[in-house]
């Protein structure tokens, strides 16, 4: 996986360096630099969308590489895994199988390759879809090229990306509620993942008596992050960021905002515009994320759920926990304390090195942690500080950015020691509190 993540980011890095790249009417006849191709290619593949040059001065053949790094490295753990699954001769490990899986509602389908072939037609299915939703809005806008931009924005959006092709991505849509609603459906549907949409699907196809605790458990709190986020949005903006809107117009800024941090990245509204309120809130959301087996970044709802129950519910004599007529293991909650503990870490470990680097040049705290936050959820929302950023600073965000996608990804499969079974040690007391 890692190095297959790695040759994308390469590949596209040559690829944006191609002078037929770029078409800055200032820089006519030159190339892009290495560093900001280098960061493209890494946001794109990441899904994150934070871009230092804008993607609108990019040539169309740039343009469409960015648009196919967005889509390759949005399911570029389903490449990888397909790949495996065409070698002939080889057996999957049983880790890699389990990966696999992973995407997937085990209950319902066990062959890997009809669930890599499901995953492929639910996203064709999808980005088709909102292709033509999206084309119909900006013909009636009068976008030039709608068939491009269509296309384009619906994979970004389903693909929890954020790139744009307009110079101010969707500040000039945002009296727009088609355009918001539209997008914002398209992230919801690839932040909650393939497992989700196929239990839905053979549910209503009567396949399936009920969902199952994971598809109930995503949707429910998926649903009370966007309603609630959407409320907080409207209360905290109806008199700032909002103002001179009318009432549909708020209620859609207001619940585009509230999903557009759980990685997508778009933003109709200047983030630096914000109260300081919206934008912790936003911080809040980016740092959560999406669903287990999406597209979408961050640590994912369900970690976000079992650590919040881990804090409120006193467990067992066994380590488990009861939620909604269900018993959660002690495995499954240790794990996702684990994994919340790890991504931590690893997000105080990048803003602390983007502090030092930004730091001494004057940035604000504020626009640090924003930052951090949005690259290591895959999100790309900024405060307006992205092209601002060192040479430095730009290494630093794109190793957030690749942690955040890859990064994530391997701490799921926690590797076990075998001998560790078979030793047990004296208990220790160690006072806490």
């Known amino acids: 996986m890692l190095a297959f993540f790695l040759a994308v ?4 890095t040559l690829l944006l360096l191609l002078p037929a790249s770029w078409s800055d009417p200032s820089d006519t006849g030159t190339s892009l630099a290495f560093i900001d191709s280098l960061f493209i290619a890494t946001s794109a593949v990441c899904v994150t969308g934070l871009a230092t040059v804008n993607v609108a001065d990019f040539s169309r053949f740039g343009q469409f590489v960015i648009l196919a790094l967005v889509q390759v490295g949005g399911l570029g753990i389903i490449a990888y895994t397909s790949l495996l699954l065409i070698m002939p001769g080889r057996r999957l490990p049983f880790r890699r199988l389990r990966t696999i899986r992973g995407f997937s509602v085990t ?22 879809f909102g292709t033509f939703m999206v084309y119909l809005i900006f013909l009636g806008a009068g976008v030039s090229d709608p068939g491009f931009a269509a296309l384009f924005h619906a994979v970004s959006a389903f693909c929890n990306a954020g790139f744009s092709l307009f110079p101010d991505n969707l500040e000039s849509f945002k009296g727009n509620p088609a355009l918001l609603c539209a997008l914002s459906l398209l992230i919801v549907l690839g932040g909650i993942g393939f497992i989700v949409l196929q239990d839905i699907e053979r549910y209503l196809l009567g396949k399936r008596k009920n969902l199952s605790y994971h598809s109930k458990l995503v949707l429910s709190v998926t649903a009370v992050l966007i309603v609630g986020a959407a409320a907080a949005f409207w209360f905290l ?11 549909l117009e708020k209620a859609a800024n207001a619940l585009f905002q509230a999903i557009t941090p759980r990685t997508a990245g778009f933003n109709a509204v200047r983030q630096t515009s914000l109260s300081q309120p919206s934008k912790f809130l936003t911080i809040i959301l980016m740092f959560i994320g999406g669903a287990p087996g999406s597209i979408a970044g961050g640590i994912k709802v369900s970690t976000a759920y079992l650590v919040l129950l881990v804090m409120l519910k006193r467990s067992n004599e066994r380590g488990e926990i009861n939620s909604f007529k269900r018993r959660l293991s002690a495995e499954t909650t240790g794990t996702a304390v684990v994994y919340f503990l790890k991504a931590g870490f690893l997000l105080i470990v990048a803003a602390g090195a983007l502090s030092l680097s930004e730091g001494p040049r004057g940035a604000d705290f504020a626009h640090i942690i924003f930052e951090s936050v949005s690259a290591f959820g895959t999100v790309g929302l900024s405060l307006d500080f992205t092209p601002y950023l060192s040479v430095v600073g730009k290494l630093i965000i794109i190793a957030t950015m690749f942690a955040g996608r890859v990064g994530l990804i391997a701490l799921a499969f926690p590797v076990s020691n075998a001998k560790s079974a078979y030793v047990v040690y004296p208990e220790a007391e160690v006072l806490v509190g």
């Open 9 to 12: 980011i390469a590949v596209g």
């Open 107 to 128: 209950d319902v389908e066990y062959d890997p390759a009809r669930i890599v072939r499901n995953i492929v037609l639910f996203t064709l299915f999808i980005e088709l």
């Open 237 to 247: 903006e109806r008199d700032f960021s909002f103002a001179g809107m009318g009432p």
